[in-house]
């Protein structure tokens, strides 16, 4: 269940805490303890307030973080950058012309258009979605403060895909103060069969779901299925620890194209706190190992 659109424009008015506790009691049934919070949901909730760095912003930047990751693991786990501009204008088949490719803007969150034929693309609705993309602040809705100052650009990566021409994998190493707790690994993305499972570090399935929305009432719901455990499994471990030192939390997202890993993002507030973890009682256990201290 989302918040009605209607209510954002309404209620972003509000003091960030007011707003963001009134979302979490939406989402969550119950509001969450800003004070001392226990809940791993209501620790991203109150670092969401109160972690705020320039690092943070330049982190989220999906354009910016290209060179914290190049200083701090290398430039072999960056997916290829193909181009790069701040007006929509440039958008167009002379500049767009290494296939397959992804559009996106550096500044929000989730989305991008792929582009695998260049007769086949609508430059024009892809140009106006793009100036909708630049023109919004994800901070408005989200008040996930490190989207408020990155400063909007349209970025053209390669489109990673399996030998079998497949998006692949996206693992996901969710990190506690700067040590890596547990791999959300999605298949299927942007299908029907999109699942989510968790695995423990040491690639053992989580007793928990922690699921996202993907419309039409349905979520990312683990699968029955089990994932192989993917060769990369200690390099990624290893690289997300190294990308996780200077946070409290983190998400770090990865792609293993045929046996090579490629850096996705990074992500402070996962599902921006808003989503319940089945059982609860896991909620309660994975918050008890969040130091905020730190």
């Known amino acids: 269940m989302a918040l009605p659109s209607f209510i954002h424009p309404i209620i972003s008015i509000l003091p960030d805490r007011i707003y963001i506790a009134m979302k979490f009691w939406f989402y969550q049934g119950y509001l969450p303890d800003l004070n001392a919070p226990k809940t791993l949901n209501e620790k991203i909730t109150w670092l969401k307030l109160n972690d705020r760095t320039n690092l943070h912003t330049e982190c989220t930047d999906k354009y910016a973080v290209r060179k914290y990751i190049s200083n701090t693991i290398g430039d072999e786990y960056l997916v290829p950058l ?14 767009i012309n290494k296939l397959p490719c992804i559009i996106k803007t550096n500044n929000d969150s989730g989305g991008g258009y792929f582009v695998r034929d260049i007769r086949s693309v609508n430059w024009e609705v892809i140009r106006k979605a793009l100036k909708y ?15 408020k100052h990155i400063k909007p650009r349209i970025i053209v990566e390669k489109l990673l895909e399996d030998k ?72 990624m471990l290893q ?14 997202d990865w792609y293993d194209v045929n046996d090579k890993l490629f850096f996705g993002e990074l992500t402070f507030c996962h599902d921006s706190g808003l989503m319940p973890i089945v059982p609860k009682i896991w909620d309660e256990r994975l918050g008890s190992e969040l130091n905020l201290s730190s």
């Open 164 to 235: 079998n021409g497949q998006i692949p994998f996206d693992y996901k190493v969710h990190c506690f103060n700067g040590k890596p707790r547990m791999i959300s690994v999605d298949m299927g993305r942007n299908t029907n069969t999109h699942y989510r499972n968790w695995y423990s570090p040491q690639w053992q399935r989580e007793p928990y779901s922690w699921s996202s929305p993907k419309g039409r009432g349905k979520s990312t719901k683990p699968s029955e299925q089990d994932v192989p455990k993917p060769k990369t499994l200690k390099e």
């Open 133 to 147: 993309r630049l023109s919004s602040n994800y901070y408005g809705k989200s008040k996930e403060w490190q989207y």
């Open 239 to 252: 690289l997300s620890k190294k990308l996780a030192e200077p946070f409290t939390y983190v998400r770090v």
């Open 82 to 95: 193909y181009f790069h501009t701040v007006n929509v204008k440039d958008v167009r088949p002379e500049n």
